[in-house]
């Protein structure tokens, strides 16, 4: 452990050998915020979480990448629409499109990178109502089968932070329909449609499974005392599905 | 120094959340003639010498790779701006 880095608080049992040797990316553009806590939750999950520069075009052999949230070159343009074209991004883009299928989770603004980079298919646009929002909302896991969703059951409620301004989702009509259809939908917006995402989609897989993105932030909620209601620890699942689907045990 | 223009829209089918509020606002200053407001981009490339074909080319490319995302927008416009 660096000695820049906040000892874990409470408790963990100690991770067994395969899963403590895994290896997490997560990538740092200039104007990324959720870095840090995105490493803490590959931590608090048992493994060992690796910083990319997002200048830097080697993936230091990391078995994920983790691209988290902020607001990379300032949402300047398009959200993550400069970021997309870092040197890091194309080996990114190389490694989970090749037969390895790197597991690859965006977040928030790591979600819009993965879109603008095409590993997942439509767009996200501003908040359909214009403001910033920041709120503890509930999500439906609509796909279980995924590198980052496995440890999760196939319809289950998870409540974690969502934050940001813009998270419409959107894609056409023809997209949306193969979405539904070949179950690429992973988890969406249950109660309130927070944003006017289409359908209520929160996040989306790519048709392997490999990569998933969502606007919603697991790495904020996995820490009792820290998450939703100071108790949530329901986003630990996508950092624990990842080592299980490392060590093989994907459903 | 000439300039090359790229005028972005966003496509006609994507719900345009921003000229959606201008459009509230304008009525209450008084001007109800107009019935939707679609707000695009404009940018200005300046370019150092003469805008040959194949710089124009390149700010097309530029347009549809980085200016815009074809997901959500169009280029409607590439032109040469003599100052």
Redesign the interface.
Known sequence: MSATELPLIGDYSTPSTALSGARIGVVTFPGTLDDRDATRAIRVAGAEAVSLWHADADLQNVDAVIIPGGFSYGDYLRAGAIARFAPMMDKIIDAANSDAKLPVLGICNGFQILTESHLLPGSMVKNDHLKFLCRDQVLRVENNTTAWTNQYAQGEEITIVLKNQDGQYVADEKTLDALEAEGRVAFSYVGWNPNGSRRNIAGITNEAGNVVGLMPHPEHAVEAGFGPDHTGTDGLGFFTSVLTHLVGGQK | MPRIVVDVM?KP???D??GK?IVGALPRLGFTAFSLVRQGKRFELTVEGEVTEEILAQARTAAET??S?P??EDVVNVEVVAD
């Open positions: 966003p089918e994507i719900l959340p921003q509020a980085l200016l995302n997901v959500i």
